[in-house]
């Protein structure tokens, strides 16, 4: 049987490569033509902890995962049948995912484990040694007696096995193999090679019935111009395009990648990455470059934009020119969960700050809008000199995907309005009362042009005042400013309505979501006549007006976000007359997938109450799911017996 | 770094026309006159000067200035100071603060701001207290003392500004008394001149808040001693002569650090300790991140190509 | 003629005591009997710029101040024609706010410039040297020369005139004034009251026809148990009666009275008050002093607050049992007006934070409320291990009132659910799930307690999970919390009605603007059958339903609030299913005015738009008042010739 | 403050049960074995003890050890130990984090918090890397230095933190090595009997980022001389022998910092400071703020009267 869509999930612990494996079997999968979505799944942890990565390739584009997995490869016990050996276990291995049919690829020691919790469902278990593998390979580069060393190499021959098993030629995953090792490195890209092919042959001849495959022909050819990246590179190299000139950062999870990726990119693009002491330098400095004239930057998530508050009104009440500020939220509150998903930031980033503070908030739906959005939000900061606030989470930060190359031809820079001394009138005031509420900026450095700016309330010149007069007026002008874009930035930047207007259903919702709703929607609804889905990409300026319009006359309204509090549907009411008829919510640190969406919408038609959460695919009862979920792994952990915990050395030999 | 012109900018050029409300007889009149004489003394052309503070009383010095001012946060002179420098590297840009702002809620970033070695320089008005919320106690207030303004005596060790710049990388470690103004102007214009980060702790009166170390007591009206002496009037030197030599490194930020910590109670001004060594400028010209133009002028930023980029993604 | 209410100004430069004279004739007042109110307004400056203190005393409770001025006392020349002297000045002082047949109490040489902005409007002319009592007063204290270097004296002076004005009596001026004189300063205080004497004497034989007079006779005896206070001090002594063991702060303004209250309270009540490094530190102090067993708490101000989100994560996700957070609102945003009032945190407080955060938010309406408020939050802090949020402002912090002497009689303590190892069934878990939310909490230290708690996500151990049965269950026990809180608080807390239910406008606000309200529909609508107003205390959790209940059926709802982006009526929108047919702003730096409100009403009823901006005692149009203000007064300048800014010498002969 | 009881208790005693994720050989397992091997040394009760971390590999300590656990926010330790302890001053508190926690976004509390001298002992886990997210440059890695985890190597001034805990009013300052376990411990333990604000920096190795200071590195398997050695097995003197001397307090600082910044490259293990004064507990005492019953099971606090307060305002 040849799925439309075939899923594959490897898993395994932190640190033994399986997102480096998973992401060259997307690239190779991608090269064949296919439409390929990749997401990963890990602990707040370095090496031990279990984590896994899905990919999802079909011969139409695709933007989620499903749930069900064709072929599962397991690098360790604890993908396959959980983390029993905890106090409380949080998981219970991904066994029970597989569809029947389908099949796990694992060693041979595992065998029995999974057997037992398959209980005579139809899944094929192909055992490989992968250990054998990695021996072979090393064996030709005169190392076999080291394989237990190289037990990271695991990884490769996983893939190798998995390639055969899909039907995928050899030598594209070679290329991709070796695409990875540069210069000395070229001899580990061989013995890689090899490992891979010994488990690809392995396979080739030992495993013979998944009955899921690729589908037969992908639609598009190679040349086609799709790329595959993450969300904090499509950002990256939209400020690289942007001309932002300091990126400031602190470390952490899941930001920190797009600032690394910049930090390779500084010499060739005259980019300066600062790391900071901690975020709160991250924000200021960023808003003095931007005083100062450069294009200016920080990313950073939860608890980084925690300490950006007081940055943000400082950029707000000295009208600088930004900076851009992204945000890609993570499970909260607090440290909360840092490498998983969740959409909680958005109350918090429309409200962070004392006083009434103008910003931009936008929340990109996809890698594209990550792309343009970013760059976009430059010309916002400049134009309008506000703080703009981009708001992305780890699913977009993470998420691996084909998608159209991006079109830079239409992209233009808007610097906004300058100081000009050849066409000064009287004296230069930076904070000039003017029609539109924006004032011409001079950059320090300029004659002529000198100015003062303080967070305290102050006048046309830059100094301080407490006149009510002025008080009031310039509370209007920078509060004003967001009128302003509400009326210059087309309609088409801020939301988007999938589906045709007149469909009974409407989903609303933002940021990320997009994926799994898009796809959910094709698949309840192919011809697009029962369901339409609107997407908001402006949340401040909110585009209540045209929302409420678009919204009118809709028999249901379904609104769909990660977070508990269904914060978009407060928005919503808030701003508009809409009312949400559901509230579709997802707070268990993973992103929607498409089936998810779809179980939720279907409860929605079959009389579901206001709020339907969703978890591990379906449909379930906030109160009662969850602890039955931490009991069930009791349990199950009391039945199994002791499970090993995976083995921790200590330093070696140290002195005690 | 200094752009100069003709020499005919005075202290008076330096000056703005704002109404100045700070309190009669503060000193921290002294601190801005020093700083426009030593603006004046260096030529630099007022527009390529940026002073940048935080919140207190001191931080209004930027309005009375007739350069470039930016009146930031509440402790935030030096990430302030950071980005604007490197946005524009050939600004004279200087920090200006409270002990407050720069000692208690900036203390972070001026221990961070400190070892980059960024070219700046930055002016600590240390009068004690926190004046502008009416006289609590700052972090340079010594223990078991008690000013006017205080509900009671402190129970916190000082910080000692002298030995923790040492500890946090700053190049250039001075100290100035508001109310000897040619003498403290003429310390900010070396720290300005030198390049690196500059730090120059100010005993700035404050007669308003602070009845223990008014102007009486600095001239040891008290003891009969002046308090205060000047460390180039000795044979004090505080330069090192090899910066490749970690044995004088260490040893001349000792000998700092003993001064900034006489027993005898006396009080030196001057300067402390100076190194030079690369900024964080000149290592990022080195590696080819910064150019020679300022990041704030390369209009090149806006034509870059990324397509390189896409092509690797493909 | 004899006003039932009576409005006295002082105005002087910051510095010249006019605080402590305007107390000093506050407490006199109350003391004779009479309902009194004050509020200050002054600049962040400690010497120089100008402020004034507004009294009202009146037979009857008053809550707010009154636009029109009885008699004026002014101390400088910028009190009376304001203050020309800067390139865009801030006001023109406080003549024109003199009513016709008040008074102005000034020294000679201020008298022609007076005259001429008067233009012959009826106002008596005062003409006082305090100069002169003060050297009469020095005299007596053989100090007659040194007059000059107790300029600071003529505020007694100009409390003497000013009382013998308004027919109050010499002895208790007197004798409240010594009150403030203890031990050796004895002297000194003799010697203000010899001076006060002077000008009590010089003024009741000189000047006589100010025809505005304390109402006859105050209806209320003196020992009626009334005691007159402010908001910080209300806090404070709430604290101390709760129990408070930590209080936190870094300096801020309008905070730090509240801290400076309580640190001379410290040995008395063994009570640790921990000035901090910033507010950062003092947030995170106070939720681990909460954890360690004692009650906390922490002052601060919008700047101060922004850097407390982190603290506000860190305190519901280890269901730290408080502390108590009071935010003392200010002018924002940023640095802002640090002096001035504005109820601009509204939305902040509600969402500070990144993620779904449980957290009580209470927003007391006048002094008493500050009491009782604070006192319930420990409770609520212990009880439902919740941070607790109390949203006051600068107008409650420095507003001087008379009010009913708290009654303590009621008040218990509840330290909610406490591990008792006696009790103990199986093993102690910090975070046991448990039917109402609440997990019972032992305190480092007691033996057989031992727990563990992370900010990050973590099972009911307290140890890290990342399980998904866990999640949701642990999101729900913190968020379900706020439902117990609305189940278990009686109503009475949350909201009040005032007026009749049947009424057909509500006028809905929070906060300090209780006291304008109420005053103004005192005056508007004494009979109440006209207007109601909802006053809301509880603004998270939102007792939604209720309000929804008490506002159907209204004929009109005003929302009225100090903000510029109407907070408040945001979150009604988007609880229920009100919408505000009118929102009264006001966002000048100044609490609403009694004659504000009344403005603001009756403009809605002759056909205001939705929004209707009050300021400077009138409704005025936000697009063009505060420029036109701004243009007068540079008009009013340049037609004045340069006024003198005051003087100020630079340090005494320092060395150039 | 120690509270002993009969010496039943072992090292295992202060272990929790919980899985432990760091990586296979990570230094931390030697330090957190260290501190139980302390606690054990001084008897002191699990229940008495409080560990405090920040966010980080080395965060995750408390979940590790059998007694009372926080795990409490990025930087934060120092203000989280501050807050605790003031609330049951009879705990022993020990504070543990990274070094990107506790010399990078939490220096502020760092210099802050050392001023009190409140009684507290702090461990800073030093492996120079940002480890839990990946390896980026920490505040101690050296100018120049380039771990397999940097994209590029450092040009900021690496902190010393001897030097900044000087600087900082620490009363007990010292150098422990992960990897020498029983050293350590011995270094901890006189930590904890010391009463005042006690500084631990412990070199620690992180084989999964930082390449550069390895087991072998360490043990000077590249130079063929170890770089550590013990400062008590020299004849340094790091006790203040007379508090009250001001000389003498400057001269043992300033000999401290020269151990710190020794040219030779070599690296001492041990005390390098310390001094007894009152605490920050003690002055309060002596004001009569703190009782000898913490505040925490102070229950005469819930009883205050608060009329006479009252009366005033009347
Ligand atoms: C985050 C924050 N916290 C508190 C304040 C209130 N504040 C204003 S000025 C000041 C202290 C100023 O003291 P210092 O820095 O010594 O300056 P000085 O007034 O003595 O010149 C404080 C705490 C603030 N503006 N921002
Ligand atoms: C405010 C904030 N910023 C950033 C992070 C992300 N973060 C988690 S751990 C860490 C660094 C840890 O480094 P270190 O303190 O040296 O500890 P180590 O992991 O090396 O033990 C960072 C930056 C965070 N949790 N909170
Ligand atoms: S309060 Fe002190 S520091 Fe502030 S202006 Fe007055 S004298 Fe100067
Ligand atoms: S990354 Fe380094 S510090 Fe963290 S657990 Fe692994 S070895 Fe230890
Ligand atoms: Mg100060
Ligand atoms: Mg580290």
Redesign the pocket.
């Known amino acids: 049987m040849s799925a439309p869509t075939f899923s594959w999930m490897i898993g395994g612990p932190q640190g033994s490569g399986i997102n480096l494996g998973a992401e060259i079997l997307a690239r190779v999968m991608s090269r064949l033509g296919y439409y390929v979505f990749g997401n990963i799944e890990y602990h707040s942890n370095i090496k031990g902890k279990h984590s896994y990565y899905r990919l999802r390739a079909a011969d139409r584009p695709v933007h989620s995962h499903i749930e069900e997995v064709h072929l599962l490869t397991a690098l360790d016990e604890e993908t396959l049948i959980g983390d029993l050996y905890h106090e409380f276990p949080g998981h219970r291995g991904h066994v029970e995912q597989v569809a029947p049919g389908g099949g796990i690829l694992l060693e041979p020691d595992r065998v029995e484990g999974v057997r037992r919790r398959l209980d005579g469902r139809d899944v094929h278990l192909y055992v490989i040694p992968y250990g054998e593998a990695v021996h072979q390979a090393l064996s030709l580069a005169g190392k076999g007696g080291q394989a237990h060393e190289y037990r990271i190499m695991n990884n490769t021959a996983a893939i190798g096995a998995s390639a055969a098993l899909l039907g995928v030629p050899f030598d594209p995953l070679a290329e991709v193999i070796l695409s990875g090792f540069h210069g000395k490195a070229r001899r580990v890209g061989e013995t890689n090679v090899h490992c891979a092919r010994f488990a690809y042959e392995y396979a080739q001849k030992e495993f013979k019935d998944l009955r899921f495959k690729l589908p037969p022909k992908p639609r598009r050819a190679r040349d086609d111009k799709q790329i595959m990246l993450k969300g904090t590179q499509a950002v990256a190299i939209a400020k690289l395009k942007a001309g932002c000139g300091l990126q400031t950062y602190y470390p952490i999870s899941p930001a920190t990648d797009e600032s690394v990726y910049l930090e390779g990119q500084q010499s060739q693009y005259n980019l300066v990455v600062l790391q900071t002491e901690d975020e709160v330098s991250a924000i200021d400095a960023a808003v003095m470059a931007a005083h100062g004239g450069v294009r200016a930057s920080t990313s950073t998530s939860g608890p980084g934009f925690a300490l950006m508050p007081?940055g943000l009104g400082f950029s707000a009440i000295t009208e600088a020119p930004g900076p851009v500020v992204v945000n890609y939220q993570r499970g909260g509150p607090s440290t909360g969960l840092p490498t998983r998903h969740e959409q909680g930031d958005l109350r918090f980033a429309l409200h962070a700050g004392q006083g009434d503070i103008p910003r931009i908030v936008i929340a990109p739906g996809d890698l594209s809008e990550c792309f343009y959005d970013t760059f976009d939000s430059f010309n916002y900061a400049d134009r309008y000199q506000v703080p703009v606030i981009l708001l992305l989470d780890k699913h977009l930060a993470a998420m691996y995907a084909t998608v159209p190359r991006f079109d830079t031809s239409g992209l233009k820079i808007d610097r906004g309005e300058l100081f000009d001394p050849a066409q000064r009138d009287g004296r230069y005031y930076r904070y000039r009362f003017t029609e539109s509420g924006i004032s011409p900026r001079a950059l320090p450095g300029q004659a002529g042009g000198i100015f003062w700016t303080t967070t305290d309330e102050h006048d046309q010149v830059g100094h301080i005042t407490e006149g009510i007069g002025n008080r009031l007026t310039m509370m209007r002008k920078r509060m004003g400013k967001l009128e302003l874009v509400e009326k210059e930035i087309p309609d088409e930047k801020k939301f988007a309505l999938y589906g045709s207007p007149q469909a009974p259903i409407r989903v609303v919702s933002w940021g990320s979501t997009k994926g799994a709703i898009l796809d959910a929607l094709g698949r309840l609804d192919p011809e697009g006549k029962r369901y339409a889905f609107l997407q908001i990409r402006f949340l401040q300026p909110f585009p209540a007006k045209q929302l409420q319009a678009l919204l009118r006359g809709a028999q249901k309204i379904v609104c769909l976000e990660s977070n508990y509090s269904a914060q978009l549907a407060g928005v919503l009411r808030e701003k508009t007359d809409i009312r949400a008829d559901h509230k579709v919510l997802k707070y268990d640190g993973q992103p929607f997938s498409e089936d998810e969406v779809v179980a939720a919408l279907e409860a929605t038609e079959a009389g579901a109450g206001e709020e339907v959460l969703v978890s591990e695919g379906k449909v379930v009862s906030a109160a009662t799911y969850g602890p039955e979920q931490v009991d069930k792994l009791v349990e199950l952990k009391e039945k199994s017996g002791k499970m090993a915990p995976p083995m921790v050395p200590l330093p070696p030999g140290y002195n005690r | 770094m200094a752009t100069t012109t003709a020499p005919q900018l005075t202290a008076k050029t330096y000056k703005s026309e704002v109404h100045n409300d700070w309190c009669p007889g503060c000193g921290d009149f002294g601190i801005v006159i020093a700083l426009q004489m030593a603006l004046a003394k260096l030529q630099i052309t007022p527009h390529n000067v940026a002073v940048v503070s935080?919140?207190?009383?001191?931080?209004k010095t930027p309005h009375y200035m007739g350069t470039y001012g930016f009146h930031t946060?509440?402790?935030r002179v030096l990430p302030s100071v950071t980005g604007l420098k490197l946005a524009n590297h050939r600004l004279t840009v200087i920090g200006v603060?409270?002990?407050?702002?720069g000692y208690?809620?900036g203390v972070g970033h001026f221990v961070s701001g400190g070892r980059r070695n960024l070219d700046f320089t930055y002016l600590v008005?240390n009068?004690d207290?926190?004046?502008?919320?009416k006289g609590q106690a700052?972090p340079t207030i010594e223990k078991g003392k008690k000013t006017k303004s205080m509900a009671d005596s402190s129970i916190v060790e000082a910080i000692n500004p002298v030995a923790l710049a040492l500890a946090s990388g700053y190049t250039f470690i001075a100290r100035g008394y508001a109310l000897e103004v040619k003498y403290l102007a003429n310390l900010i214009a070396q720290a300005i001149q030198h390049r690196g980060s500059a730090l120059v702790d100010i005993f700035q009166t404050?007669p308003t808040y602070n009845d223990l170390h008014s102007k009486s007591w600095y001239e040891g009206k008290d003891s009969g001693q002046p308090r205060l002496y000047k460390l180039d009037e000795s044979d004090y030197d505080p330069v090192v002569h090899d910066p490749n030599d970690r044995a004088e490194v260490a040893q001349k930020k000792a000998q700092a650090l003993l001064k900034s910590e006489e027993p005898s109670g006396r009080l030196p001004l001057g300067v402390f300790y100076q190194l030079e060594v690369p900024t964080y400028e000149d290592c990022l010209r080195e590696k080819g991140v910064l150019g020679h133009e300022p990041q704030a002028r390369l209009g090149a930023v806006f034509q870059r190509d990324i397509q390189p980029l896409l092509d690797r993604l493909a």
């Open positions: 007081e | 935080g919140i207190g009383c001191s931080g946060l509440h402790g603060g409270g002990d407050g702002d208690g809620i008005f009068n207290v926190y004046a502008l919320t700052s404050c």
